[in-house]
């Protein structure tokens, strides 16, 4: 593909509908091409005109709303202006900034994000989930969804730009707790962790005593890309799918079988209720667990990188 990429192909690219070779081959193009990443910019941009996460950007923002903002380009280029290095600073760049809010915004409303709730609901309901915990909610994009599926979500976050505008558009009817510790999570039955586990420097220090307790953790499927190291932005700390496996074992949780690769999302178990979650209803627990280990939260949520080199995704009602 060294030819300018077509607007079918942006279309294409858009919603994941190239195999691995192509898509590959798009990202990479847009990459180095800076006449196709503008016509992707504008191209996501129209794309997601319409959507109701789009409009309540819009409102929000008001006057200070800036169409057609490249948020994937300028939070890069603000990474590498502050060039922050310890987690204190690393934090502080993700809760000041407004380019990760139009990301996360443009990632979903565009229909380039994976439809994660909708692939992960039959597995919720299968192991009887009431409470859930979604680590690195940023703007809620699903924090909404499953709270309106009715589930008891609570969103974890820094206190951001991204969950400003969360609390804004639930009017201030989802719980947001803060990942840093000492703090009070709410034990949930299961850890929803999406596009946050690159962000975080230490995971073990940030989710490792809510693994203990969770019954079920979901994550994103790795996706091709993610070992590519030719992404503009500079704060994603690539794990191998070994890496994950161990850090997820050492807490009793396996990969469950049951979760088709093809699907955007992974599943992980306890082995035993892995074997009874077909009959037995596992109880909803209240405990409200203590935690104090320091997190090494290195950001909040979804990965904009994603967003914006490219992950593809769908189209589902941000509401
Ligand atoms: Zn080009």
């Known amino acids: ?7 079918q192909d942006l279309d294409h690219y858009l919603h994941r509908n ?19 990443w503008a016509r992707w910019n504008r191209h996501r941009w129209d794309r997601a005109r319409g959507h109701p996460l789009y409009d309540a950007l819009r409102r929000y923002l008001g006057d ?10 300028l939070l890069a280029a603000e990474w590498d202006t502050l060039n922050p290095t310890t987690p204190a600073e690393i934090a502080q760049f993700f809760e000041t900034s407004t380019s990760y809010l139009y990301n996360l915004v443009i990632w979903e409303a565009s229909g380039h994000r994976p439809h994660y709730v909708d692939d992960a609901l039959p597995i919720l309901r299968r192991h009887n989930i009431r409470t859930v915990l979604d680590f690195g909610c940023g703007i809620g994009n699903d ?14 976050d820094y206190a951001s730009p991204s969950t400003a505008f969360l609390k804004w558009r639930t009017q201030g009817t989802v719980s947001i707790v803060d990942p840093r510790g000492p703090s009070t ?14 962000h975080l420097p230490d995971v073990e220090a940030a989710i490792g005593s809510i693994l203990d307790g969770v019954d079920i953790v979901i994550t994103e499927t790795p996706r091709n890309h993610q070992s590519l190291s030719h ?11 070994h890496e994950i496996d161990a850090i997820f074992h050492a807490h009793g949780l396996e990969l469950a079988p049951e979760c088709a690769p093809a699907t955007s999302v992974q599943c992980w178990t306890r082995s035993s209720s892995q074997d009874s979650a077909q009959t037995v209803a596992t109880p909803p627990r209240h405990v409200v667990h203590h935690h104090t280990s320091p997190l090494g939260l290195v950001t909040p949520n979804r990965s904009p990188n994603d967003d914006c080199t490219g992950e593809p995704p769908q189209q589902r009602r941000a509401n």
């Open 64 to 73: 200070e709303f800036l169409p057609y903002l490249d948020s994937s380009r």
């Open 143 to 156: 924090t909404v969804p499953l709270r309106d599926r009715g589930f008891e979500v609570t969103g974890c």
């Open 185 to 198: 999570l709410p034990q949930p039955d299961a850890l929803w962790i999406i596009d946050t586990i690159d």
């Open 1 to 7: 593909m060294n030819d300018h990429l077509s607007t």
């Open 18 to 36: 190239l195999d691995t070779k192509h898509e590959q081959a798009a990202r990479t193009h847009l990459a180095s091409c800076d006449h196709c």
């Open 231 to 241: 992404s503009k932005k500079r704060f994603h700390i690539r794990r191998t799918p």
